[in-house]
């Protein structure tokens, strides 16, 4: 290693690092210590100075330029021939360093042969600087090549050739990263345009990993939509056109106005903020602005709850509409680059559309700049044209400035002109690009001035873990899945929503009523309600009919109905098709209400909408058109079903050679809602096996456990694991845990106790994707198993259950909810659980029931997202429903205690 003395001093002032006093730890002490030491201090005042608020860009360039002294002095410290050098490449080139940001270096050398010459062989110094760095604890991304090797593979690699582009020299000589540049230019490999559609293409694929949305509520501040990288892009793009390697540089070349200057600096210095501030409490490289970070980090920027919103909301806001900001002018920047770039000298002739706008390369842009100004309407009529023309690709660059410029004119005035309303009503009605466009006007400020209702919930974010889009992106979403409904193909995996969308006699009532079915998200109160206000008097504004008006508010009040009723009531029983037959009133409002809500779930959360829960609407669905086709007034009579499926079920057993004798001896011990519950199949295959099951020595002791894939219509999807065992206490919890244990989750769960004083259990079960187990034996036996050893110990579970709750806990942000009431009808209390989920849910419920004595009767099992939504029929001990008021009362209050903790480790 080289003497310290003769390592010269970092030439660029450092006023937060005394090089002379480390200089001197360095001749002291242990190199490797004195390194580590002096990063930690620096560190500790980087962050001392973020959390008081210094300018951030200060903070990201000394970060860079301090590595760029050790690097300095790391280098120093071995011998080097002449011809090689030390470059930073990528973001560190750029002089750009956060917290935990990869330290990209490059060794650079003229030719291969230098690697092997020195006075100690390159490659060792080489290998002994590179270890020294990983031993300070540096994120060193690095790579040793000749510039014959840099050329060879940046002609193949755009983001060799990028992060070439922004290269500086660190130490060595620097001539070679001039040679290096110069071989890599636009004139030499990647011209302007091939570096503009591969940066494009990479922008794109990058956009579609985070749904095209920058609203994901838990977006990557990098690379998601509007992040640093789109600023990145623009940069990379313009530089390589230009041939300028500072951004500032670009002024006056047309590339940007002031104003979208002004929004990439501090939407860049916004950025940096929250990437600081992820990195620093996250203690690692994180880019994800992960729910666990967002309410810290809203309070290091100063933001507070108040009686409106929270902190975290109004931070989470702000960044939102800070990239969609950046996201606009990235969308303006590369649309002008890809005229000057790509489109330079290659413009058709202009052909007219009419007085206000014309096409040029299936790009619309308007007649003249004043357009706008004398024409205000225009602002609408250009996203209804480019929906009405399927060949017309966007907007040109020019006249989306030209948008932003004058969208101030939207007001009550242009909202309440006729021309202005029917105009946004043919928008609706756009035979193609419906979503394409509504994007495009909330992108360049026009949707949410015309809709202020919709401007005010943009960037509305719901902090939970089950709605995983802002309010906003959501909406769109909806919508899109709405338009998915009407394409070729979408019959497979919608096939009641394809059907029903074609039939709908007027498709556009539906998309307002996705527009405005969330619009009252925030306010307080019922969105639901608060939102068809909202609807109603949008449809009055814009001339619709009484009929169509009263549908759209109907639909976006009831929104909600379908999957509630799907979920959480049991939709085998008639009563419940009948009432929610009644709610609904006639097909159409059937129809329309359907589509809605398969496209409310399906742009929720892409979790919530699997086989199962298509399954329950598909039943919903079917089973109430049924009822409206016979008629409200002639209800399906019970007595009649039931008669229905015992002769179905009959004739299935005699093909297996059961009597009707034989069932019956099964049969009798059975009540009546067995067989308005279960369809005839399942009733058979049950039958049979119990009466097998009946002829075991070992009856009483060995339970029947049966899996199987469900033969339900209604509950497609599902792996049904069929329980008898002698009734008596925890039977449920029992089997919840075990199913629990093997990481399945319960979707649905039936209780039958028969007159005999066996319990019949049904259990509809998925795996944690979402699916069902298939006709997988390994996983039927497991499941055997794993209920035969629980079950074996339901004797002394009462034990076992206080045992398995004395455990460390931490609360969760959101608390548990419940509700208790009585079904007079069916004689049973119903308990609904709202809370998030977490491991052994239902297993800590059903040990809260056995210990309050409780029986359960039947269970509805909803999980959306993190969140669980449960509801649960219950009796006392003698069947009848709880009717001590101090006894629902300390059982919610046990439920919600228990819950609101996250069961960790056993206590010792």
């Not at 039939?503 to 109160?525: T, V």
């Not at 909408?609 to 598909?618: G, V």
């Not at 069929?722 to 199913?739: G, H, S, W, Y």
């Not at 119903?830 to 059903?846: M, Q």
């Amino acid at each position: 290693m080289s003497d310290i003395e003769s390592i010269p001093y970092f030439e660029k002032p450092i006023l937060f690092f005394e090089q002379g006093a480390f200089r001197k730890q360095l001749q002291k002490r242990n190199a490797i210590v004195v390194f580590k030491e002096a990063i930690a201090e620096v560190n500790e005042q980087f962050d001392l100075r973020f959390r008081e608020g210094e300018n951030i860009r200060r903070l990201i360039y000394d970060r860079a330029t301090f590595i760029d002294c050790l690097l300095h002095y790391a280098w120093h410290l071995f011998q080097w021939s002449d011809g090689i050098a030390l470059l930073a490449v990528g973001g560190y080139g750029r002089g750009e360093l956060h917290p935990y940001s990869d330290i990209d270096i490059l060794v650079l050398t003229e030719n291969d042969e230098l690697l092997n010459q020195g006075p100690q062989s390159n490659i060792e110094s080489i290998q002994n600087f590179v270890t020294l760095l990983w031993d300070f604890g540096l994120a060193i991304g690095h790579s040793v090549r000749s510039i014959p090797q840099c050329i060879e593979l940046a002609k193949d690699d755009i983001t060799i050739a990028t992060n070439l582009m922004e290269c500086r020299t660190l130490a060595g000589s620097a001539k070679l990263q001039l040679l290096l540049q110069a071989h890599t230019s636009a004139d030499k490999i990647w011209t302007a345009a091939e570096f503009f559609r591969a940066k494009y293409q990479e922008q794109y694929e990058r956009h579609k990993k985070h749904n095209h949305t920058e609203y994901n509520l838990e977006p990557n501040i990098k690379n998601a939509p509007g992040g640093l990288r789109d600023i990145q892009t623009i940069s990379w793009v313009a530089k390589r056109f230009f041939g300028v390697n500072n951004f500032k540089l670009l002024a006056g070349r047309g590339l940007f106005t002031d104003e979208e200057y002004n929004i990439l600096l501090a939407g860049e210095e916004d950025l940096w903020k929250v990437r600081y501030a992820l990195h620093m409490l996250a203690g690692r490289a994180e880019e994800r602005l992960l729910f666990d970070y967002q309410k810290e980090i809203a309070k290091l920027l100063g933001y507070q709850d108040d009686d409106s919103k929270l902190a975290v909301e109004s931070f989470m806001r702000w960044y939102y509409r800070t990239v969609l900001a950046l996201r606009e002018v990235n969308d303006v920047m590369l649309h002008y680059l890809d005229e000057v770039i790509l489109q330079a000298g290659q413009h058709s002739e202009a052909k007219v559309i009419n007085d206000r706008f014309q096409r040029v390369d299936n790009y619309i842009e308007v007649t003249h700049e004043n357009v706008f100004r004398d024409s205000p309407s225009a602002l609408l009529e250009i996203f209804v044209l480019l929906g009405l023309d399927r060949s017309l690709v966007g907007v040109r660059a020019s006249t989306i400035r030209l948008i932003r410029e004058h969208r101030h004119l939207i007001n009550d005035d242009y909202r309440s002109d006729p021309d202005n309303q029917h105009l946004f009503l043919t928008l609706l009605r756009s035979p193609v690009g419906l979503v394409t466009q509504l994007r495009r006007m909330k992108r360049y400020g026009v949707l949410g001035l015309y809709l202020p209702e919709f401007g005010r919930v943009t960037g509305q974010m719901q902090h939970d873990l089950f709605h995983i889009y802002t309010v906003d992106a959501h909406t769109l979403l909806v919508i899109k899945f709405m338009r998915r409904f009407r394409q070729a193909g979408a019959e497979e995996r919608f096939p009641i929503a394809s059907h029903v969308m074609r039939r709908l006699p007027k498709q556009e009532l539906l998309y307002i009523a996705g527009l405005y079915h969330d619009i009252a998200k925030g306010r307080g109160g019922d969105h639901s309600e608060l939102g068809a206000v909202d609807a109603r008097e949008f449809c009055e504004r814009h001339g619709l009919s009484k009929r169509e008006t009263n549908l759209i508010a109907w639909l976006v009040e009831k929104h909600l109905l379908m999957s509630t009723v799907s979920q959480k009531q049991d939709i085998s029983d008639p009563d419940v098709i009948h009432n929610f037959a009644l709610e609904v009133g006639d097909q159409t409002r059937l129809d329309y209400l359907y589509a809605l809500t398969v496209a409310d779930m399906n742009a929720t959360n892409p979790d919530v909408w699997n086989s199962w829960r298509a399954s329950l609407m598909r039943q919903l669905y079917i089973e109430t058109k049924r009822a409206l086709r016979r008629g409200l007034e002639n209800p399906v009579d019970a007595q009649e079903l039931i008669e229905e499926t015992r002769h179905n079920a009959l004739a299935k057993l005699e093909d297996k050679g059961i009597s009707e004798e034989q069932a019956q001896s099964f049969w009798q011990d059975m009540d009546e809602e067995y067989f308005l519950r279960e369809n005839h199949i399942d009733i058979a295959w049950q039958t049979e096996a119990i009466l097998q099951h009946r002829q075991q020595d070992n009856e009483d002791e060995e339970p029947l456990i049966l899996v199987s894939e469900t033969t339900s219509h209604g509950y497609e999807g599902a792996t049904q694991v069929f329980l008898r065992v002698k009734d008596q206490a925890n039977i449920f919890a029992a089997a919840a845990t075990a199913i629990s244990q093997l990481g399945l989750n319960i979707v649905d769960a039936r209780i039958y106790t028969d007159s005999s004083g066996y319990t019949i259990d049904t259990f509809y079960i998925l795996d944690e994707n979402g699916n069902s187990l298939g006709n997988d034996d390994s996983s039927t036996q497991k499941i055997e198993e794993a209920l035969k050893e629980e079950l074996a110990l339901v004797g002394e579970y009462s034990d076992i259950i206080k045992r398995r709750t004395a455990r460390e806990l931490k609360y969760f942000a959101m608390p548990t909810r419940t509700s208790i009431n009585t079904d007079f009808r069916s004689g049973h209390t119903v308990l609904e659980v709202t809370s998030p989920d977490r491991p052994g849910f239902l297993a800590i419920i059903a040990a809260a029931f056995s210990e309050f004595g409780i029986q359960i009767q039947n269970a509805k099992i909803t999980t959306l997202g993190e969140r669980v939504e449960d509801v649960f029929f219950i009796s006392d001990a003698n069947g009848q429903p709880l009717s001590d008021p101090k006894i629902c009362e300390d059982l919610q209050a046990t439920i919600c205690r228990r819950l609101d903790r996250q069961v960790q480790k056993e206590a010792g």
